[in-house]
């Protein structure tokens, strides 16, 4: 019998134990371009709220068979890595720096007598085995990322740009528990700066393909400002709804799914706009996670308005300048769309997916240079989460070929937790399809209260059947 087109992967409840055997700043190699007391500018698409954070992955590694002496295997590790940094630190300078605000709150790197990454080495006194399945991210591998003691939520001035840890398990294999700051980078320049360190480490020598490039400035707003656009997605809402309680008051468990290729292609085939302009498999697969998510949350009132926004990288829609090779800041649009209650529960699934993909192809350069604007005239100060779900498509980085640092392919790499934030659903690329194995299966992760995730899942296989 052909394995089920969606796979609900059950999470290993654990506790990890991890010791914290020291810790270390790395600086650059070699000198840098900058001196103590200087900055460098940070656009608004660097500084919007949503990049004000720190994004946590891990990766997981098996052990090197020939060494068994744990102490030394973890020596090389770190020292490869440390090393590795040091020198990708150089053309990355900026990582080294930290982050500072200036006038009106805007943020700029500032170079002064705190500098450098953090490394950590820690131990576990368990074996990567029992940590369960590997393939779906887990919140139960926390303790795998470093955060300082009583360190505050969101907190991102003064921080190190660049947390490492590495956990070094009884088996011998080890993890990789890293968190980049997003005002530095988008999801495409995390892994390219992360495609940087790895193939440092991998050849023992620098090695930049592309040569990274700052450029912010490229992105200065306009003087005068000129917003263009409303900009639903940055909009104060006071959430009229069930939604927002729902899922804050009661604790949201994290459900994770994989979903094979057929499943998505019988979506697709199903979503098709009835104006036969034809989407895309995020366009139908956003819509269909989005009405299902709802459903699953009984959502009241029927007639209030819901959001749902997703990154759209915007690269290519650059013309006026282009961007130049290399470019690793932030260069994403949060697109946005709105439907009321009522039409996701009981409208069809073409009409949703038409407005997914509207809203993705609503940002253009003109979108992005007004969302720039729209940020130095009016600076949202916190994260809007009234009536929103908010996709994250990882699907399109290729993560795990950007984590091979020597020690093959990681046994998985991602994010950890979502239920900070339960109102964030993330689209992963299986390992093996990374690698153009598996069929093109994706992992779906989505906070649910308990309650409701057993409606979810009928919803998001039911509905597909009609």
Same mark, same amino acid.
């Given at each position: 019998?052909?394995?089920?087109?969606?796979q609900?992967?059950?999470?290993?409840?654990?506790?990890?134990?991890?010791?914290?055997?020291?810790?270390?700043?790395?600086m650059? $190699?070699?000198?840098?371009?900058?001196?103590?007391?200087?900055?460098?500018?940070?656009?608004?698409?660097?500084?919007?709220?949503g990049? %004000?954070?720190?994004?946590?992955?891990?990766?997981?590694?098996q052990?090197?068979?020939?060494?068994?002496?744990?102490?030394?295997?973890?020596?090389?590790?770190?020292?490869?890595?440390?090393?590795?940094l040091?020198?990708?630190?150089?053309p990355?300078?900026?990582?080294?720096?930290?982050?500072?605000?200036?006038k009106n709150?805007?943020?700029?790197?500032?170079?002064?007598s705190?500098?450098?990454a953090?490394?950590?080495?820690?131990?576990?006194?368990?074996s990567?085995?029992?940590?369960?399945?590997?393939?779906?991210?887990?919140?139960?591998?926390?303790?795998?990322?470093?955060?300082?003691?009583?360190?505050?939520?969101?907190?991102?001035l003064?921080?190190?740009?660049?947390?490492?840890?590495?956990?070094?398990? $009884?088996?011998?294999?080890?993890?990789?528990?890293?968190?980049?700051?997003?005002?530095?980078?988008?999801?495409?320049?995390?892994?390219q700066f992360?495609?940087?360190?790895?193939?440092?480490?991998r050849?023992?020598?620098l090695?930049?393909?592309?040569?990274?490039?700052?450029?912010?400035?490229?992105?200065?707003? %306009?003087?005068?400002?000129?917003?263009?656009?409303p900009h639903?997605?940055?909009?104060r809402?006071?959430?009229? $709804?069930?939604?927002?309680?729902?899922?804050?008051?009661?604790?949201?468990?994290?459900?994770?799914?994989?979903i094979?290729?057929?499943?998505?292609?019988?979506?697709k @085939?199903?979503?098709?706009?009835?104006?036969a302009?034809?989407?895309?498999?995020?366009?139908?697969?956003?819509?269909h996670?989005?009405?299902?998510w709802?459903? @699953?949350?009984?959502?009241?009132?029927?007639?209030?308005?819901l %959001?749902?926004?997703?990154?759209?990288?915007?690269?290519?829609?650059?013309?006026?300048?282009?961007?130049?090779?290399?470019?690793?800041?932030?260069v994403?649009?949060?697109?946005?769309?709105k439907?009321?209650?009522?039409?996701?529960?009981?409208?069809?699934?073409?009409?949703?997916?038409?407005?997914?993909?509207? @809203?993705?192809?609503s940002?253009?350069?003109?979108?992005?240079?007004?969302?720039?604007?729209?940020?130095?005239?009016? %600076?949202?100060?916190?994260?809007?989460?009234g009536?929103?779900?908010?996709?994250?498509?990882?699907?399109?980085?290729?993560?795990?070929?950007?984590a091979?640092?020597?020690?093959?392919?990681?046994?998985?790499?991602?994010p950890?937790?979502?239920?900070?934030?339960?109102?964030?659903c993330?689209?992963?690329?299986?390992?093996?399809?990374d690698?153009?194995?598996?069929?093109?299966?994706?992992?779906?992760?989505?906070?649910?209260?308990?309650?409701?995730?057993?409606?979810?899942?009928?919803?998001?296989?039911?509905?597909?059947?009609?």
């Amino acid at each position: 019998m052909a394995p089920p087109w969606v796979q609900e992967l059950h999470l290993h409840h654990l506790t990890i134990p991890v010791t914290i055997d020291k810790m270390f700043s790395v600086m650059p $190699s070699k000198p840098i371009p900058v001196k103590p007391g200087d900055s460098l500018y940070l656009s608004n698409l660097d500084d919007m709220i949503g990049a %004000r954070v720190f994004t946590p992955t891990v990766y997981f590694y098996q052990s090197d068979d020939n060494n068994t002496n744990s102490s030394s295997s973890q020596k090389a590790v770190t020292e490869t890595l440390q090393c590795a940094l040091a020198d990708v630190l150089v053309p990355y300078y900026p990582l080294s720096g930290r982050l500072r605000e200036t006038k009106n709150g805007k943020l700029e790197v500032f170079f002064g007598s705190e500098q450098g990454a953090l490394i950590v080495e820690a131990k576990s006194d368990i074996s990567l085995a029992e940590l369960g399945d590997l393939t779906a991210p887990n919140p139960a591998w926390e303790p795998l990322i470093f955060k300082f003691p009583n360190e505050e939520q969101y907190k991102i001035l003064e921080m190190p740009l660049v947390i490492a840890q590495v956990t070094l398990f $009884s088996c011998g294999g080890f993890s990789l528990g890293l968190r980049l700051c997003h005002c530095i980078c988008d999801g495409l320049g995390a892994m390219q700066f992360l495609g940087a360190w790895a193939a440092t480490a991998r050849k023992g020598s620098l090695v930049t393909d592309p040569e990274p490039c700052w450029d912010r400035e490229i992105f200065r707003p %306009r003087d005068p400002p000129v917003v263009k656009f409303p900009h639903m997605e940055f909009m104060r809402i006071e959430d009229g $709804s069930n939604l927002t309680m729902t899922l804050w008051q009661t604790k949201p468990v994290q459900k994770c799914y994989r979903i094979k290729r057929e499943f998505q292609n019988h979506v697709k @085939a199903l979503a098709q706009p009835y104006d036969a302009a034809g989407c895309t498999t995020f366009d139908a697969m956003a819509a269909h996670i989005w009405r299902s998510w709802v459903k @699953a949350l009984d959502v009241r009132p029927l007639d209030y308005q819901l %959001r749902l926004t997703f990154s759209v990288n915007a690269r290519q829609k650059l013309r006026n300048p282009p961007l130049r090779e290399g470019f690793y800041g932030n260069v994403v649009c949060v697109a946005c769309t709105k439907s009321s209650v009522s039409e996701l529960v009981h409208g069809k699934l073409p009409e949703t997916t038409r407005l997914v993909r509207e @809203a993705r192809q609503s940002v253009s350069e003109e979108y992005l240079r007004s969302t720039v604007d729209f940020v130095e005239v009016d %600076r949202p100060r916190q994260l809007e989460f009234g009536g929103k779900l908010t996709i994250t498509q990882w699907t399109r980085f290729s993560i795990y070929k950007c984590a091979d640092f020597g020690w093959g392919r990681p046994l998985y790499a991602g994010p950890i937790d979502l239920t900070p934030t339960p109102q964030v659903c993330v689209f992963l690329p299986e390992g093996e399809a990374d690698y153009g194995g598996s069929g093109g299966s994706m992992v779906v992760c989505i906070c649910l209260p308990e309650s409701a995730a057993q409606k979810f899942s009928q919803a998001l296989l039911l509905d597909s059947l009609f």
